[in-house]
């Protein structure tokens, strides 16, 4: 992942190990990422990947998946003040921003998109 795909706060899986503020940070960890990791990611000292959104990460964010019938959609998560979610038969995630639908295949994508509908304080003290 590249370091102009995110944004100081943004919740990413940590690849390698890496010590921060004399605390070592071990692989696999949920890094939130500040403006030094920022440039680490891009100096290429510090590799994180995507948390996929997962049922359990939405409902810890207040979501609530409810169940509907519908050839394309099997669910929509819900969260009052919230974007509405939508899952497809494949179990992909996607939302509207604007007129246009966008899937979400990141926790960081999410999060951005939080940020971007103006609701930033969801965005940064989002949970994993």
Not at 42 to 47: Q, R, T, Y
Request: proline fraction near 2%; charge should be negative.
């Amino acid at each position: 992942m590249k370091a102009n795909e995110l944004m100081i706060g943004d919740l990413v899986y940590l690849v390698t190990d890496y010590f921060r503020d004399s605390s070592r940070i071990k692989r696999e960890e949920i890094l939130k990422i500040d403006a030094l990791d920022l440039h680490r990611i891009s100096d290429g000292l510090l590799e994180v990947e995507h948390i996929p959104p997962t049922h359990e990460i939405l409902e810890k964010n207040g979501w609530v998946r409810r169940k509907i019938g519908d050839a394309k959609w099997v669910a929509i998560y819900e969260c009052e003040g919230m974007p509405y979610i939508w899952e497809d038969i494949n179990g992909n995630l996607s939302t509207l921003i604007g007129f246009a639908d966008a899937q979400i295949e990141s926790v960081h994508q999410l999060q951005n998109i939080l940020r971007s509908s103006g609701i930033t304080e969801a965005a940064d003290n989002f949970k994993v």
